[in-house]
């Protein structure tokens, strides 16, 4: 096992990665840039050193700085958090070439997943369904309406090299397909450094089902059941949930098993997510892979009782898995709500600034990842995310309960965060139900949604 680990990031995860060390007796540099110097990460790590400015180009993504810190420091390995250098293949490499482990799949592992369509066609051929579409680069327009035509209006345009919900176009006929095309090409040249798109069809009011996977250096590979973010507003997850309530043991069991044979014929190895859309017919279709820890992954720990960060780590310092597939259970209901510093009032406007009253939410069954205290200064260079709130219940109306009670307990100002729009959704009888898609978030603000009693 490592004595001692670098924590290539901020913010709760960074948080979460030294509270999983400690516990495993294990010593955390923490880096920091010049904004952050009176974070909590940097307090709680046992030391902390910065690495550059406020601007995460000069500090979080800042390979040269992140390796000398490591170097000085004498650390073994690297855990990258998730966001920043978490999925750059590149910074993989120079860890490994430095005899640093990098705490997260293969260099391989994030280079093939991180194409969309070298992902695809990878899945197509291990036998998973794929969303209908193409396997190859819309180069000009005449091969987009040709893909248009064979698969039929909507459909998606998508950057192969896209992430974090940008980069995509709906379209529904061929002068929006054909206007959208050249836009998003340029889109994704100047944001992911690759102007390559694809089509796909656009799965109309789909759930977005993602299935956990874990796997050693010696190929045993775990599936941890899935997690239904369908709650999501521009393609952004806000609230996720894990068991799906739309997905029934056996539909459990299909795409877990999709998942593993995915994530086995990859090699996949440490956390990793397997992503798909299922439509109202119980269709699924892959979407994507990621290669790293997810923001959400606290639900999947909450019903399986798993440490996922602990595990990212011993696996990553050459340890076997000790859990059986057949021992994983899902022990009742867990739901997290992302707490942003936004104003949802107003088109969920960033609203940084000084954090001068905060109360916690406590008690039975709640979890609060989160990196603020009273007087914390939310910075305007980094996401908004401000608190991850995870309730746990028996069952998926006791979690309900218990997140709408903390979610009342948790004050923060003058700060506003979205903290009222989540109490909103829990008052929402069509997520009671859990009769929930992709459009929900959309539908509520406009207040369209149809709810019968
Ligand atoms: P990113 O990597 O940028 O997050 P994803 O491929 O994971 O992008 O997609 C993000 C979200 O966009 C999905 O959860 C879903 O809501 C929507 N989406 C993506 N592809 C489709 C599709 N083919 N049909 C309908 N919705 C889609």
């Not at 998973?128 to 819309?138: K, R």
């Not at 040709?146 to 709906?170: D, F, L, N, Q, S």
């Not at 098993?257 to 190895?269: E, F």
């Amino acid at each position: 096992m490592f004595s001692k680990i670098l924590i290539a990031n901020r913010g709760e995860i960074a948080l979460r990665i030294i509270r999983a060390c400690r516990e495993l007796g294990i010593r955390t540099v923490a880096v920091y840039s010049e904004a952050d110097r009176s974070s909590l990460h940097v307090r709680f790590a046992d030391e902390a050193i910065c690495i550059g400015g406020a601007a995460s180009s000069g500090s979080y993504l800042n390979i040269p700085a992140i390796i000398s810190a490591a170097e000085i420091t004498d650390v073994e390995a690297i855990h990258p958090g998730y966001g920043f250098l978490a999925e750059n293949p590149h910074f993989a490499e120079i860890c490994e070439s430095c005899r640093i482990t990098f705490i997260g799949p293969t260099p391989e592992n994030i280079r093939l997943m991180g194409d969309k369509m070298a992902a695809r066609i990878t899945m197509q051929k291990a036998g998973l369904p794929i969303v209908p579409g193409t396997t190859s680069v819309a180069k000009n327009k005449e091969d987009a309406l040709k893909t248009a035509k064979a698969i039929g209006y909507p459909v998606i345009i998508k950057a192969a090299a896209g992430g974090g919900g940008k980069g995509m176009r709906i379209c529904h006929n061929d002068l929006t397909l054909i206007s959208s095309l050249m836009t998003a090409q340029s889109e994704a040249e100047v944001s992911f450094g690759n102007p390559n798109c694809y089509i796909e069809k656009y799965i109309e009011k789909p759930r977005h089902i993602e299935i956990q996977v874990l796997g050693d250096r010696y190929g045993h590979l775990l599936q941890l059941g899935e997690r239904d973010c369908s709650i999501q507003r521009r393609h952004q997850k806000l609230l996720e949930e894990s068991p799906s309530p739309a997905v029934e043991t056996k539909l459990r069991k299909r795409i877990g098993d999709m998942a593993l044979r995915g994530a086995k014929t990859v090699g996949h190895v440490n956390a990793g997510t397997i992503e798909f859309l299922l439509d109202s017919n119980n269709n699924f279709y892959f979407m994507e892979m990621n290669t790293r820890i997810q923001v959400e992954h606290p639900v999947t720990e909450m019903v399986t009782g798993i440490d996922m960060i602990k595990e990212q780590i011993r696996i990553a310092s050459g340890e076997k898995l000790k859990i059986q597939q057949e021992n994983i259970q899902i022990k009742g209901s867990s739901i997290e709500c992302r707490i942003n510093a936004e104003d949802y009032e107003n088109n969920f406007m960033p609203n940084p600034g000084r954090i001068e009253t905060l109360n916690f939410p406590g008690g039975p069954g709640v979890r609060l990842d989160t990196h603020i205290y009273p007087g914390y200064e939310i910075s305007p260079y980094y996401d908004s995310l401000v608190a991850k709130l995870i309730t746990w219940g028996r069952n998926r109306q006791e979690a309900i309960a218990v997140m709408k009670r903390a979610l009342s307990e948790f004050y923060i100002a003058p700060v506003k965060t979205t903290i009222p729009f989540h109490l909103r959704i829990m008052d929402n009888n069509l997520f009671l139900r859990g009769e929930v898609s992709t459009h929900f978030v959309q539908e509520l603000l406009k207040g369209e949604e149809k709810e019968e009693a």
